[in-house]
């Protein structure tokens, strides 16, 4: 039995993947933004009981320390980090903390959960499995604007975030293995969610036109559910799986230059907002 955090849990591949492995868990801890939804929606799961709910919003920093603290209070010990939730912001749009909503909400939040856990993910000798996307093909060397301070356009900015999903969990992988840490990232497909209903009329579009070839959020869920449940033996561990099989990233995604940037990069940031 294991100890689950899995943000964005109350919709679409969270949501379906928080079902599949619900059974598996001592204790499924869930960080939301509305309390009052995610309540609604797990009173009718068998086990709820072992599900505790935090107030999170991956997009300000204050709110992932404050929750991050509570999760510390529940338990000591996390075995699976499900970094799930993410969106398609419009360019330019800032969070309270002056940070871009996109590089905010799917990189810089999640990096600074998994800091504030790391006590709890070494002693569960956990798995961090981080969501990405096929979408990281399309960004360019990010190097210049790692924060996306200059970017102007949502989806090539969307991008370069699912990008930095992959050189996140490399770099996990390189820090971190030999204290028994495992990272993996993931595509789970084209699915149908309300993926993009912030962005604007032209972005809505193009996404639910093409929405009509994706696939359901459950069968999106499952290379998800497969890295959570598969013994870490018969994984590859800073591999990008794609159909629960590793498949080789874009060259930006293997760059070890990249990924130690990255994380140097956060680490000035979250240290800026303290100051």
């Given at each position: ?63 992932v ?14 075995d ?11 360019a ?12 905010a ?17 070494e ?128 060259s ?24």
């Amino acid at each position: 039995m294991i100890n689950l955090i899995v943000t964005g849990s109350t919709s679409g591949i969270g949501w379906e993947t928080l079902k599949a492995l619900l059974p598996e868990c001592k204790m499924a801890l869930l960080p939301v933004r509305n309390l009052e939804k995610a309540k609604k929606m797990i009173d009718g799961l068998p086990g709820k009981e072992k599900i505790r709910l935090i107030s999170m919003d991956l997009s300000e920093m204050s709110s992932v320390k404050a929750g991050a603290k509570e999760i510390l209070q529940f338990t000591d010990q996390v075995d699976v980090l499900i970094n799930n939730a993410g969106g398609m912001f419009p360019a330019k749009k800032l969070t309270s903390e002056g940070l871009d909503m996109t590089f905010a909400t799917n990189h810089l939040g999640h990096f600074l959960l998994t800091q504030e856990l790391l006590p709890a993910l070494e002693k569960g000798k956990a798995k961090i499995i981080n969501v990405s996307s096929e979408a990281h093909r399309i960004s360019g060397d990010p190097s210049g604007d790692f924060g996306l301070k200059k970017s102007a356009n949502t989806i090539t900015a969307y991008g370069k975030v699912k990008l930095y999903n992959i050189l996140f969990s490399n770099e996990l992988k390189t820090r971190f293995e030999s204290k028994g840490i495992s990272a993996f990232s993931l595509h789970p497909g084209a699915v149908r969610t309300a993926f993009g209903s912030e962005t604007s009329a032209l972005t809505k579009g193009l996404i639910r036109l093409t929405q009509l070839f994706f696939i359901s959020p459950k069968a999106g869920a499952e290379t998800t559910i497969f890295l959570a449940k598969t013994t870490k033996e018969n994984l590859r561990n800073g591999s990008y799986y794609v159909r629960r099989k590793p498949k080789s990233p874009s060259s930006f995604g293997l760059s070890r230059d990249l990924s130690y940037s990255l994380w140097e990069y956060s680490e000035e940031i979250l240290s800026a907002l303290k100051s």
